[in-house]
Antibody, heavy 121, light 111 residues
Framework: QVQLRESGPGLVKPSQTLSLTCTIS??????????WDWIRHHPETGLEWIGY???????SYNPSLKSRLSLSVDTSKNQFSLKLTSVTVADAAIYYC?????????????WGQGTLVTVSS | QAALTQPPSVSGAPGQRVTISCTGS?????????VHWFRRLPGTAPQLLIY???NRPSGVPDRFSGSKSDTSASLAISGLQAEDEADYYC???????????FGTGTKLSVL
């Protein structure tokens, strides 16, 4: 059974960089057919797509975050990661990693449990 | 403003049928982009309920159904059960924003 698990610091100071990692178990990130996404949930504004990465390293970012965002993949560790620079309180949210099927299902068919990120000095 | 708009809340009694609307525009739903539906319980991973407008993943009961017309979509839940209480979100792609977008979310209460 494929599972995704987010990890990273739960507290980040304003203006610093948020770094999160998603570890995939039960399947290989290199198996193809999927994009690997980051999505966040704000209590007030709901779900927001952050971006995705393919195992080759190809990426697509939400234009609203593109200037601060970097996604990377480590196929040897079966992980993909997020770096978001210059964070503010508006970046406080639950961050999910998710698998996006690019075939028949054509959407996010598997999600991690999520990790809460607080932005505070 | 949100690309996809949903009612903040809906409610129904056990056994009843409810529908949740998702209103978009010509940039997303009206552009023939697929609509998908997710359910989120606090503290748990979101679950895919409907993909590509009206398809259920394996394991999702046929009490859940989806439809799409013009610039809007709907999720219908029949035979309401207490465990259906959750937040529901629609999702599509917005050609104008060049991003995947989610609905504003609807909280379902089972009375």
């Amino acid at each position: 059974q494929v599972q995704l698990r987010e990890s990273g610091p739960g507290l980040v100071k304003p203006s610093q960089t948020l770094s999160l990692t998603c570890t995939i178990s039960g399947d290989s990130i290199s198996s193809g057919g999927y994009y690997w996404d980051w999505i966040r949930h704000h209590p007030e504004t709901g779900l927001e797509w952050i971006g995705y990465i393919y195992h080759s390293g190809d990426t697509s970012y939400n234009p609203s975050l593109k200037s601060r965002l970097s996604l990377s993949v480590d196929t040897s560790k079966n992980q993909f990661s997020l770096k978001l620079t210059s964070v503010t309180v508006a970046d406080a949210a639950i961050y999910y990693c998710a698998r996006q099927d690019r075939g028949m299902i054509n959407t996010f068919d598997l999600w991690g449990q999520g990790t809460l990120v607080t932005v505070s000095s | 403003q949100a690309a996809l708009t949903q009612p903040p809340s809906v409610s129904g009694a056990p056994g009843q049928r409810v529908t949740i609307s998702c209103t978009g525009s010509s940039a997303n739903i009206g552009a023939a982009n697929d609509v998908h539906w997710f359910r989120r319980l606090p503290g748990t991973a979101p679950q895919l309920l409907i993909y590509r407008n009206n398809n259920r993943p394996s394991g999702v009961p046929d009490r859940f159904s989806g439809s799409k017309s013009d610039t809007s979509a709907s999720l219908a839940i029949s035979g309401l059960q207490a465990e259906d209480e959750a937040d529901y979100y629609c999702h599509s792609y917005d050609n104008s924003r060049r991003a995947f977008v989610f609905g504003t979310g609807t909280k379902l209460s089972v009375l």
